[in-house]
């Protein structure tokens, strides 16, 4: 037996046993002829003592050695209240050198100064921090909490295929080219959309996968090429009986991971309602510092900012904070407002002069009295609070000020960071105008269905229909997004000719989709969640990579096992392919 025990198990009550451990040497200290090395496994570290004149070659021994020793549990005078073993400590009566260990390339105790590419190419040694493993452990358990839902649901877990044909979440596919079919090539899923539905035409009825999802992307901070979504299609669902599925099973995964009690049901925000005040689609509800439209309340003034907006069918977006900024404060928030674009972001201060409350700051002086009485009033502005606002267009006055007043919020600790405020956003609308293309373009994937009551508008005013789609958003993160689908296939043909894409093209893209719908659809929805997305919230983070065991680095590489690596000339040959370099 290699144990009898791991590092976490002894306790006080253990004294006097005789007990075999193994694992790696955490710390090593010599102190006279005494040798306490700290021995840490998985489970957790336990105190050794040698005697280094009965055991001469623990002289040699340096961190991270594998051993095995065997001894006596002794209680220790002053208890180590910091390791759940410290009551204890195990003197070595046998010990041997399982496997040595070369000097680290990286230190385990301080991760800090460790580049993030050295931390991927020696993976398997930054996973063996506590906080790694912390990490992967949560992960294991929010799985388990997932499909513990999902089972007392009725959901069967099905897997579906790697190699397919395409998948229509709009990303790039990662090919695979085919040996034995030249010129051909297999797509590896940006998501299992097509086969999920495809099993609700099966008549599976409810269906979840953790399923791995491949997308060729340009690379952002938060952005792994693949990553792992819970996956879920239900049949006969409305949108609320999806909203509650998603509910329980976030409840349940938050419950069995860090014991927190989430409050369901979550509030439900238009698409509409979430622009208007929070100026975005994924809302930070945790604080209530709203945007107002000050479009109409500023009509009329001289102010050149607000008319070169107002003539450009743009909006004129602010809120009020209770609270006065320096030079330096209202400087970085215009920074923050410009890498969203804005042209810049307009400071006012109220003042009150006895008893006169007006405007100050540069852009005041163009504002009449009846103006800034407005504004004022449109933002519920106290005396002594500052007023942020951004004119530009539509999209990006709402937008930097939506990030204007997520810095605000975190500046001024207006939230709980231990908070989780989730929410749906619902009511999206379904087409985007392209207008350099003068078209129409899906703001979603094909299938997605447009609110019945909306159908009519398809023909007439594409840019009324609203979709049956929704996200669940937390603290301001989308962490899923799905929808009501398409079962018809009139319904599917008529959203097709909106977006200018005739039968024969979706056929050739996803016409065995297509097809199936000829056969009895039934009703159907589903949605994702982004599973390292909402591990990684839950750790703590918001970096994905701290809870993939094997990430790519930020250009898409593994420093570890240097993929992608160049193709040889064979291999090339096998699959028909020749690479012109570039
Ligand atoms: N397939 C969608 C996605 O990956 C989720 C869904 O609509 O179910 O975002």
Redesign the pocket.
């Known amino acids: 037996m290699y144990r009898t025990h791991t590092c976490n198990d002894l306790r006080a009550a253990d004294e006097g046993k005789t007990v075999t451990l193994a694992g790696w040497v955490h710390t090593i200290r010599l102190h006279g002829s005494l040798c306490f090395l700290d021995l840490r496994d998985r489970y957790g570290i336990t105190q050794i003592t040698l005697d280094t004149e009965q055991f001469p070659e623990v002289k040699t021994l340096r961190k991270e050695f594998v051993i095995q020793i065997s001894g006596t549990v002794k209680k220790k005078p002053t208890p180590n209240v910091k390791l759940a073993t410290g009551e204890i400590e195990v003197v070595a009566e046998k010990f041997e050198v399982l496997n040595t260990c070369e000097i680290l390339p990286l230190d385990l105790e301080n991760i800090q100064g460790t580049t993030d590419d050295v931390r991927l190419k020696y993976r398997y040694l930054d996973l063996r921090r506590s906080q790694m493993r912390d990490n992967f452990i949560l992960r294991h358990k929010a799985a388990q909490a997932a499909r513990e839902y999902l089972n007392s649901q009725d959901f069967l877990e099905i897997e579906t295929p790697l190699l397919i044909r395409s998948t229509p979440?709009g990303a790039r596919d990662y090919l695979v080219p085919s040996r034995i079919h030249h010129g051909a090539a297999y797509s590896l899923p940006?998501?299992?959309?097509i086969y999920?539905q495809l099993l609700m035409v099966s008549g599976f009825d409810r269906y979840y996968q953790l399923a791995r999802?491949l997308r060729d992307e340009d690379l952002r901070a938060d952005r792994q090429p693949e990553f792992t979504?819970i996956?879920?299609?239900m049949s006969y669902v409305h949108q609320d009986d999806v909203f509650a599925i998603g509910e329980g099973l976030v409840k349940n995964i938050l419950k069995k991971t860090i014991n927190y009690d989430l409050k369901t049901p979550w509030p439900r925000i238009t698409y509409d309602e979430a622009m208007a005040k929070y100026g975005i689609d994924k809302p930070d509800i945790r604080f209530e510092l709203f945007l107002h439209d000050l479009t109409d309340a500023v009509k009329g003034s001289d102010f050149a900012v607000f008319n070169a907006a107002l003539e450009s069918n743009g909006s004129v977006i602010g809120l009020a904070v209770d609270k006065e900024f320096t030079r330096k404060e209202t400087d970085e928030l215009t920074a923050i407002a410009k890498i969203y674009k804005a042209k810049g972001l307009v400071t006012l201060r109220v003042s009150d002069t006895e008893g006169t409350i007006k405007l100050e700051g540069s852009a005041a002086n163009h504002l009449s009295t009846e103006i800034q009485r407005n504004i004022i009033k449109e933002l519920g502005a106290k005396p002594k609070s500052t007023i942020f606002i951004v004119a530009d267009a539509f999209k990006i006055s709402r937008e930097a000020m939506a990030y204007v007043r997520k810095e605000l919020g975190q500046r001024l600790h207006l939230y709980d960071e231990k908070e989780f405020a989730f929410c749906w956003v619902y009511d999206f609308p379904s087409f985007e105008w392209n207008p350099d293309e003068e078209k129409w373009d899906p703001a979603h994937?094909i299938f997605t269905s447009p609110k019945l009551e909306h159908l009519d508008y398809l023909e007439t005013d594409p840019g009324k229909v609203r979709a049956l789609c929704y996200d669940m958003v937390l603290n301001g993160i989308e962490l899923a997004?799905?929808?009501i689908r398409i079962n018809r296939r009139d319904v599917q043909s008529r959203v097709m000719n909106v977006i200018g894409l005739t039968l024969e093209d979706a056929e050739q893209k996803f016409g065995f989709l297509l097809e199936a719908f000829k056969y009895g659809a039934p009703p159907h929805g589903?949605?994702?969640i982004g599973f390292d997305r909402i591990v990684a919230l839950i750790c703590g983070t918001n970096d994905i990579r701290e809870v993939i065991a094997y990430p790519k680095n930020r250009q898409g590489q593994n420093p570890m096992d240097d993929c992608p690596s160049p193709m040889d000339e064979k291999a090339l040959r096998d699959i028909g392919l020749k690479i012109e370099k570039k």
Request: charged share 20%; glycine share 12%.
């Open positions: 979440e940006q998501s299992p959309q999920k999802c979504q996956d879920i299609e994937h997004s799905g929808s589903g949605f994702a």
